[in-house]
Structures are given as structure tokens and as C-alpha cells.
């Protein structure tokens, strides 16, 4: 806006200059052949408007569809997790951190779920290196799997939860599966090569410290999340995690806290 400002009144000022020419006033500047400084100047000035007013236009414009293309990828990873549930009895895909068999990761098998193509890679993540799915993953190093990562408290087995299987890896067991987050967007890190997961459990409540683990600013401050009943929300990490107050990562008490956070 500051520059808009700047550039109308360099415009105005050029006219201003136009018009008190003494040749302007006379008719001879009319009549000349070609063009003056001064209307060269204006031209330039123009141009430099048109341009500061287009070209963030146009930035805007760009971030907004990759947001909207991010949003509707997630929303066919509930697509495919809704029909995936059908087949496992409720229960959730684990994450894929040792995975060996490429065939195995969770969004590989959430991708036969669904006939729409799921990207690995949202088109905000500026990251370069992932992995080669028809190359074996021992052979590679210094990738990442993809641009999102999973709750790990929503595993088959998780230390919170005892050394038996976590009920809350079925979603029937979750206290409010629309309140609950299951998938959220990884930053471009060195801790997520080869890595799919995170663990809220682990925050103690810092939204700094689990900043580091959620791609918070993906998209102008905000991220796109997908939540165990299928649904996705772009939302801004503070919406989700907040203390005291507002928490959707636990799935034993989301929207709330757990008793022992």
C-alpha cells in the first residue's frame, strides 16, 4: 500500500511537472515530434504502478491456489482413510518410520484408496530432496518421505499407552475423532529425512518447541491438518495447541488437555 501511495503521487508530480512546462503552456511541446523526457518519465511511472500493483497480486494469488491445492489433497487423504478404515476394523494406518517396503508407508497405502492422485509433496514445501519410490529405501539417505507426517499417538503401540496395542489407534476409541488431528505438515528439516511422525507428548506445552516439529507458516501462517473423523482444516498452529486452553492432539481428551499433559 506504501508503495502504491509512493508511485501515484510520482505519477502526480510528473503530470504536474507536464503541465507547468513553459512549452506545454505555449503549444510547441504539443506539437513536437516524439517524446520528451518528461513524458518518458511519466510512462516509466505508469509502468512501475501497474507493476507494484499487479506483481503482489499475482504473488498473492499463486500462494492462495497453492493453499487450495494443499487443502484439497488433504481432503482426499480423509477420503481415503474413510474407505482404508472400512477394510482395517477402524483402525488407522501406522506410521512408517521403519518401514523397508516402499509399498508400506501410510500414504502409499492410503493412495490405493482413492482414485484421485495423492501428492507427497505440497506445492508450498520448497524442499528438494525426497524419496525415489521405485528405488529400495536402504539404498537412500538425507530424503524425505513426504511433506506430512502423523500423529504418533494414534499408532498401534505407543509408550503413553502401555506396551499393549493403543485402543486409541482405533478411531471408535477416540473422544472426539472430529477434534483429533492425525496427519499435519512437516517442515523441511534435517529431523525428517526418513521420518513420518511426531510426538505431541513431547511438547510440555510450548507452542516455540513444537513449532519446530509442524510446518506452522506453510501457508502465510497457516497449515493444513487432517483430523481422525476425515475432515481437513487449514488453521493457524495456535488453534490446535494452546496452554492452558485448547488442545487437539491427544486423543483421549482432544479438544481438551489429558489430565497429566
Given amino acids: 500500500m506504501k508503495t502504491d501511495l509512493f508511485l501515484l503521487r510520482s505519477i502526480s508530480q510528473c503530470i504536474r511537472d507536464v503541465t507547468r512546462h513553459p512549452e506545454y503552456r505555449t503549444g510547441l511541446f504539443r506539437r513536437r515530434l516524439g517524446f520528451t523526457l518528461i513524458e518518458l518519465l511519466v510512462v516509466i511511472a505508469i509502468i512501475a504502478l501497474l507493476l507494484g500493483i499487479l506483481l503482489p497480486s499475482l504473488g498473492r494469488a499463486r500462494e492462495q491456489a497453492r493453499k ?3 487443502l484439497s489433497n488433504m481432503r482426499q487423504m480423509g477420503v481415503a482413510v474413510s474407505a482404508y478404515l472400512l477394510d482395517s476394523d477402524y483402525r488407522l494406518p501406522p506410521s512408517s518410520c521403519h518401514c523397508k517396503d516402499p509399498n508400506d508407508h501410510w500414504l502409499r497405502i492410503l493412495a490405493g484408496y482413492t482414485r484421485e492422485k495423492l501428492l507427497f509433496q505440497c506445492p508450498s514445501d520448497k524442499g528438494k530432496d525426497f524419496v525415489d519410490w521405485d528405488k529400495p529405501l536402504a539404498d537412500q539417505e538425507g530424503v524425505r518421505y513426504s511433506s506430512f ?27 472426539r475423532p472430529m477434534d483429533c488431528i492425525w496427519i499435519s505438515e512437516a517442515p523441511d528439516t534435517e529431523s525428517f529425512n526418513l521420518a513420518d511422525h511426531i510426538h505431541p507428548e513431547t511438547w510440555e506445552g510450548s507452542i516455540a518447541y513444537a513449532r519446530q516439529f509442524i510446518a506452522w507458516d506453510r501457508h502465510k501462517k497457516n497449515s493444513t491438518y487432517l483430523f481422525a473423523d476425515g475432515h481437513a482444516e487449514g488453521l493457524a498452529f495456535e ?5 492452558p486452553g485448547l488442545c487437539n492432539w491427544y486423543p483421549e481428551a482432544a479438544p481438551k488437555w489429558p489430565d497429566i499433559p
Fill in 68 to 70: 487450495i491445492a494443499c
Fill in 149 to 175: 507426517a502423523v500423529n504418533a499417538l494414534l499408532d498401534p503401540v505407543h509408550y503413553r499407552y502401555g506396551a499393549r496395542i493403543n485402543k486409541y489407534n482405533d478411531v471408535n476409541n477416540i473422544r
Fill in 239 to 243: 488453534r490446535t495447541y494452546q496452554w
